[in-house]
């Protein structure tokens, strides 16, 4: 059965935390910038992640760290996999990677220019530098690092690659579920849209939000049953 994964990012709390796996989470991101109203340190994380129960991923945010610093991290915050969000090309997001040994998404920001041919060109590019790279999450372009809170447009998105992509940018709980059913990811990853206030997270919202994600799925599966009766 088809089941589009939920990624609940920028945790700082433990009842967040325990809210979000409640609500069904696949995975639950951290913040390693500093300058991001939801960082965390690396003793924090590391007792937020002793919540989190088998088979619940943990992803650890970075920007333009350095390989040394993400070690750091890793020893104090043992994190399932890797999430770059700078300016880091390929081959750092392959040695950093490389490394503390942890597969890694890289975050490509989507401007209103961008073309299903560049996200193509940029997945290979990534596929090519490291065995260790596990996808694109796709945000959108601001002049700032982190999530920005607002959608691109998702027509930008090639129909082969969205179904191997985490897509993120601006969703919530209204929207969760046309943005499924419209692009039919494999992920989505939320974080402001499911908040009370900057790094403080709503139980409520993080469970509607599920809701959404999961009625999506339903739809898609009646469309697929349809198609294949006629």
């Avoid at 433990?14 to 639950?28: H, I, K, Q």
């Avoid at 970075?62 to 915050?77: D, I, K």
């Avoid at 530098?129 to 694109?136: E, I, K, T």
């Avoid at 209204?174 to 403080?200: C, F, H, L, M, W």
Wanted: aromatic share 8%; charged share 20%; net charge neutral.
């Amino acid at each position: 059965m088809l089941r589009t994964r939920i990624k609940i990012c920028g945790l700082t709390r433990p009842e967040d935390v325990r809210a979000a796996v409640a609500a069904g989470a696949d995975a639950l991101g951290f913040v390693f910038y500093p300058k991001s109203p939801r960082f965390v340190t690396a003793a924090q994380a590391g007792a937020l992640m002793a919540e989190v129960p088998p088979f619940v991923s943990t992803v650890a945010l970075f920007v333009n760290a350095s390989a040394r610093e993400v070690q750091l991290v890793a020893a104090a915050a043992p994190f399932a996999q890797l999430q770059f969000h700078g300016d880091e090309t390929a081959q750092q997001c392959a040695d950093i990677a490389g490394a503390v040994s942890r597969p890694f998404l890289r975050v490509f920001r989507v401007r209103p220019d961008t073309s299903g041919a560049d996200l193509l060109e940029y997945e290979q590019q990534y596929r090519a530098a490291s065995r260790l790279f596990s996808g694109l999450l796709l945000d959108t372009y601001v002049d700032a690092y982190g999530g920005a809170g607002k959608v691109f447009d998702w027509s930008l998105i090639p129909k082969e690659l969205a179904p191997r992509v985490v897509l993120s940018g601006g969703l919530d709980v209204q929207n969760a579920t046309d943005a499924v059913v419209s692009v039919r990811p494999y992920a989505v990853d939320i974080s402001s849209g499911v908040e009370e206030s900057k790094g403080i997270k709503c139980a409520r919202k993080i469970a509607a939000f599920s809701a959404a994600v999961r009625a999506a799925d339903t739809i898609i599966k009646s469309e697929r049953h349809h198609e294949r009766s006629t």
